[in-house]
Nanobody, 122 residues
Framework: QVQLVESGGGLVQAGGSLRLSCAAS????????MGWFRQAPGKEREFVAC????????NYADSVKGRFVISRDNAKNMGALQMNGLKPEDTAAYYC???????????????WGQGTQVTVSS
């Protein structure tokens, strides 16, 4: 059982940046692809980005492409999401999750963190 803990959320003005971190409890973190999802109040959880277990492959939602960068450090059992050029519509709770291979669907992710809130003011 892998536990995931997100951190780094907060309140930021539009155009600002935040870096979210995802800490995994087990070394088996390196065996999984890692995804980031977000969920705004009253909306469904949506895909943000995913990175393969090796870090060689990554995929982004169109809405964040060019602004967000996903990364991982398997030696530290850590993942990250660098968010630049933040917009009010990026406001949501952000979750990291693990599964065997990258997917933009939330279905099939085996492990989820509790989330960290990101609020972008206009």
């Amino acid at each position: 059982q892998v536990q995931l803990v997100e951190s780094g959320g907060g309140l930021v003005q539009a155009g600002g940046s935040l870096r979210l971190s995802c800490a995994a409890s087990e070394r088996t973190f390196s065996n999984y692809a890692m995804g980031w999802f977000r969920q705004a109040p009253g909306k469904e959880r949506e895909f943000v980005a995913c990175i393969s277990w090796s870090g060689a492959y990554s995929n982004y939602a169109d809405s964040v492409k060019g602004r967000f960068v996903i990364s991982r450090d398997n030696a530290k059992n850590m993942g990250a999401l660098q968010m630049n050029g933040l917009k009010p519509e990026d406001t949501a709770a952000y979750y990291c999750a693990l599964r065997g291979h990258c997917s933009a669907s939330a279905v099939g992710y085996d492990y989820w963190g509790q989330g960290t809130q990101v609020t972008v003011s206009s």
